[in-house]
């Protein structure tokens, strides 16, 4: 695992930017993994700049999801899929029809998942994966247990991720208790991973995910297994290693 240390949270949003900008222009029909939450925002921020000034085109980008609410629909503003268009897809040239994340309102799970699966094989799989870190560790949403999945599946979200994520809704009642999440087998595939990790409240979890055991009760543990992770943190992330 390679560790760049950055300043603050905008220092590392201009950093991982740049990381992915790279990706983007050495490989113009590269396959992204994207992730949703308050760590990429400033990343997606910068890629848009970049694509405003002219220096990033993302017309040949496909672009694969992490993880979506179960229950939510497109339209509702705490949809994964309404926060990539509102924060990256809207803001830059990728093709909608290339945009990709699993189908939140297939009340069946088992053909939710596969049908996600069969859609990230069919794009060739994943050049580069963009990721966030819970703060228990998880990735996606693949939540502290017992095993590390390896195939989209559906997830009840943990009391600490429900909490964490309440800021965003209305009221607790109203964070969905589901959701569908890209498996770690999907993810440790990528070719290469990035993952942004911002704030003093992330420095156990990181710790725990680089240092650690590589346990499924920290899910990121399992990154220390992948050849070609960077990690972008900044210093009150790093702050406990
Ligand atoms: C959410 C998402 C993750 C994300 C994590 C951290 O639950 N499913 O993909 O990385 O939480 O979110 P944040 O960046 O807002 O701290």
């Known amino acids: 695992m390679r560790i760049i240390r950055a300043k603050d949270y905008e220092d590392m949003s201009r950093k991982a930017a740049a990381i992915i900008a790279a990706q983007v222009i050495t490989k113009p029909n590269c396959v992204l993994g994207l992730a949703t939450g308050s760590s990429p925002i400033g990343t997606y921020a910068n890629l848009a700049a970049g694509y405003e000034k002219g220096d990033l085109d993302f017309s040949g980008v496909t ?17 994964y899929y309404y926060f990539m268009n509102h924060n990256f897809f809207s803001k830059v040239n990728v093709d909608p029809a290339r945009t990709f994340l699993p189908d939140g309102m297939e009340a069946d799970s088992d053909k ?7 859609i990230v094989a069919s794009v060739g799989g994943v050049d580069l994966q963009l990721l966030g870190l819970g703060h228990n560790g998880h990735i996606g949403f693949n939540e502290p247990g017992e095993v590390f999945e390896a195939d989209t599946h559906c997830v009840d979200l943990t009391e600490t991720t429900i909490k964490a994520n309440q800021r965003f809704f209305a009221s607790i009642d109203d964070v969905p208790r589901q959701a569908y999440t890209m498996g770690i087998k999907t993810i440790m595939r990528a070719k290469k991973i990035l993952v942004v990790v911002s704030g003093k409240d992330k420095a156990a979890a990181l710790k725990a995910t680089c240092t650690g055991p590589i346990t499924p009760q920290v899910q990121g543990s ?5 050849n070609d992770v960077i990690i972008v943190a900044d210093e009150a992330a790093l702050s406990e290693m």
């Open 63 to 79: 672009t694969v999801n992490l993880d979506e609410y179960k229950g939510l629909p497109r339209d509702n503003d705490q949809s």
């Open 112 to 118: 939710a998942c596969r049908e996600y699966d069969r």
């Open 222 to 226: 399992v990154l220390q297994l992948h």
